[in-house]
């Protein structure tokens, strides 16, 4: 089946840990997308990616790196240097960066404590 | 400057209901696209559907019916009959297709569907 993975669902950190979550698609598409959504809130793009080797800081990039070394993996990890990391956080892929449907993963819920 | 507005916060309907969830959004392109996703309890969200700007007929698929305006700038989603599986977060997205990324999500509106 196609589609876009996560892993893992849930996720507990201590503070002042780097931690990586896991996005994986096998829909061939080119674009690919991290969110963020707090409780009650709509979605914020962290980062996005339009092709292999590259990507953009989205509206809240700081304290987020990401990677695009392979067109069907695009790992988030979410650095110490991020003050509220607790959110859930959505990755999603499209065939194409302009005027296409995105297609989102289960998401990972993360909590710092 | 783009922008897509959701007015309902929350909206709760008995089972059996028509509900109308609205959309506004605000684009200076002429071509662009919009979307409505559903978000359940589960978290995911699920692509309904997509419209480009030069294509105003109205959709119905089975329950779901989407009525998209240019003269008002709304792409407005109305279930019929109502069930509780519809209960979930209900996003409108606009997408412009020149110039930089775009996309960009309303902040939703939470359907309750009540038994």
């Known amino acids: 089946d196609g589609g876009i993975t996560q892993s893992p669902k849930y996720l507990f950190r201590k503070e002042g840990q780097n931690v990586t979550l896991s996005c994986e698609q096998n829909l061939n598409h080119d674009a690919m997308y991290w969110y963020r959504q707090d409780p009650g809130q709509g979605l914020r793009l962290i980062y996005y990616s339009q092709i292999v080797n590259d990507f953009q800081k989205g509206d809240i990039a700081e304290g987020y790196s990401v990677s695009r070394e392979k067109k069907e993996s695009f790992p988030l990890t979410v650095t110490s240097a991020q003050k509220n990391p607790t959110a859930f956080y959505l990755c999603a892929s499209s065939r194409d960066i302009m005027g296409y449907e995105q297609y989102f993963g289960p998401g990972t819920r993360l909590t710092v404590t | 400057a783009q922008k897509v507005t959701q007015a309902q916060t929350e909206i709760s309907v008995v089972e059996k209901e028509d509900v109308t969830l609205d959309c506004v959004y605000e684009t200076r392109d002429t071509t662009y696209y919009l979307f409505w996703y559903k978000q359940p309890p589960s978290g995911e969200l699920v692509f309904l559907i997509r419209?480009?700007?030069?294509?105003?007929q109205n959709e119905i698929s089975g329950r779901y019916s989407w009525n998209f305006q240019k003269s008002t700038s709304s792409f407005n989603f109305t279930i019929t009959a109502s069930q509780v599986v519809d209960s979930a977060v209900y996003f409108c997205a606009l997408s412009e297709a020149s110039g930089t990324y775009k996309y960009i999500f309303g902040t939703g509106t939470r359907l309750k569907v009540l038994a």
């Open positions: 419209r480009n700007s030069f294509d105003e």
